[in-house]
């Protein structure tokens, strides 16, 4: 059965509002989770690796202050797009890592109108 | 800086046919390698995870087999099915704990 999920799976809203995704270990506590993102037939970029109780490391050209993680327990995960734009429609999936083998959630598909 | 290739691109196969998905990385200290599958608007399912001490893994009609030094990996896939259509992706683990790099994917279709 499915170890990582995610929440929603799906989003659709207005450019400027912010949106709150959600990644759940549900196995296993992970003090880091990575969150990846994935633009149409293209392969995953990673954004952003989140650990638990400090502050996430930032991929180079992914803006911290736009993409806010939290990660404030062992099995939970947080991604805000904060005051989304069009061009951060995507696909957005978080991993975490078991004995040096990730485990992907299912997906977020965020479409920003 | 870890560069991952997949050939081919696409690959469109009719149902029965064994068939092969090569992967190539750059810098071949490497921890392990790590075949996925990505159904469209899904998600990733691990496949087969290769350490870098192993030559090959095998699951089903999977085998994924890699050479370090050469900086290879193949996927083979035999007496393929329609349900095995779907993105291949490879990826590599620089070392324990650290990021994983991916390539680009085959996309594989099996025609009944």
């Known amino acids: 059965g499915a170890v990582v999920s995610q929440h929603p799976s799906w989003v659709i809203c207005k450019s400027g509002t912010s949106v709150k995704i959600e990644c759940r270990s549900l196995d296993f506590q992970a003090t880091t989770m990575f969150w990846y993102r994935q633009f149409p037939k293209q392969s995953l970029m990673l954004m952003a690796t989140s650990n638990e109780g400090s502050k996430a490391t930032y991929e180079q050209g992914v803006e911290k202050d736009k993409f806010l993680i939290n990660h404030a327990s062992l099995t939970l995960s947080t991604l805000t797009v904060t005051s989304a734009h069009p061009e951060d429609s995507s696909f957005y999936i978080c991993?975490?890592?078991?004995?040096?083998?990730?485990?992907f959630g299912p997906g977020t598909r965020l479409t920003v109108l | 800086k870890q560069e991952v290739t997949q050939i081919p691109a696409a690959l469109s196969v009719p149902e029965g046919e064994n068939l092969v998905l090569n992967c190539s990385f750059t810098?071949?200290?490497?921890?392990?390698l790590q075949w996925f599958r990505q159904d469209p608007g899904k998600g990733l399912t691990s496949l087969l995870l290769i350490q870098s001490s192993q030559r090959e893994q095998t699951s089903g009609r999977l085998n994924a087999s890699l050479d370090k030094s050469s900086g290879r990996s193949t996927l083979y896939i035999a007496a393929s099915q329609p349900g095995d259509s779907a993105t291949y992706l490879c990826?590599?683990?620089?070392?324990?704990?650290?990021?994983?790099?991916f390539g680009e994917g085959t996309q594989l279709t099996v025609n009944p």
């Open positions: 991993s975490r890592t078991r004995t040096d083998t990730q485990y």
């Open positions: 990826a590599v683990l620089a070392a324990s704990g650290s990021r994983l790099t």
């Open positions: 810098d071949s200290a490497i921890y392990n």
